[in-house]
């Protein structure tokens, strides 16, 4: 078993076939086809079979694939430190952040960097927080950050700043004119709250039970931005961080309400697999998010 087989057999996994394998690759099928069988002597068992025409994976092909993954991306991460270091490529970094850092926070502080640094190349992806965690562990995102504390053991964990959640209404909401609400108020709201995979919605809903509350949900969505489309419709409220409304607020469309007996807030994270290298370009941008003014993203 060696990379160059891992890669090409990698490559048919996330294709679901020889020929385009083969494609992507530069090769011929046959090749592609004799490296896959190699790899299985190697291994000593069935990775690849097909049923009525279609290539399937096997349990330990599905296996194999998942421990390949890591291997091949430490390759091309080495390779691309090396080419940093010896002054032929530019600084590169995948960033990925979660649906509210991505959209609302962790944006200005890519632009604020790149306005310092054009030549530097910052790469964003954005996805729920449980999927980051993995792709971080898997070596396929450089950096992540995310809204809410993360707890894994192979990971490194920074704190940053905070993240304020604020209760939002229409401004059509017949209790928009009221300068706070009581959380017993609040409880008895219909909301329209993220999908449940969000730590987001998870968050809001421990803290509503710690306090002996349920949230009385009448929507969800995936994401905060038809969150807040539909409680400026005025068919709920809704619970999201402050840097996501800045806009409608001072527009008008939505009202931030304090929740007089409730403060909800919660730390702003950087994390990355422990033990990993990072080039120069990498450790500058690190060492500027730890500085970055975040209060900024919620004025």
Known sequence: MNLHQLRIFCTV??????T???????????????????????????????????????????????????????EAEAERVL???????????????NTTGGMYVVPP????????????????QIDATDRLIERARQGIIDLGFACGNIVQSELTVESIGTDTLTLILSAHHPLV?????????????????????????QFIEQAMRERGYALKIVMHFQGTEPVKKAVEANLGVGIVS?????RE????????????????????????????????????????????????CYM
């Open 83 to 97: 080419a940093e270091l010896r002054g032929t490529a530019r600084g590169r970094l995948v960033v990925a952040a």
């Open 242 to 246: 402050q840097a996501a409304v800045v």
């Open 13 to 18: 996994v996330e294709h679901g076939s020889y």
């Open 177 to 201: 004119a009221q300068p706070a609400l009581m959380l017993e108020e609040v409880a008895a709201l219909p909301f329209i709250v993220p999908e449940a995979i969000s730590r987001t919605r």
């Open 249 to 296: 607020v001072a527009a008008g469309v939505l009202r931030a309400m304090p929740i007089s007996d409730l403060e909800l807030k919660r730390p702003l994270v950087m994390f990355y697999r422990q033990g990993k290298y990072f080039g120069p370009m990498a450790r500058d941008f690190m060492k500027y998010a730890r500085t970055f003014p975040y209060a900024t």
């Open 109 to 124: 502080l890519l632009a604020s960097y790149k306005d310092l640094h054009p030549d530097s190349e910052l790469l964003l």
């Open 20 to 74: 385009k394998a083969a494609e992507l690759l530069f090769m011929t099928q046959p090749a592609v086809s004799l490296q896959v069988h190699a790899l299985e002597r190697s291994v000593q068992v069935k990775l690849l079979e097909r049923v009525n025409q279609q290539l399937l994976v096997t349990e330990a092909g599905q296996a194999l694939y998942q421990c390949a993954l890591p291997m091949l991306n430490a």
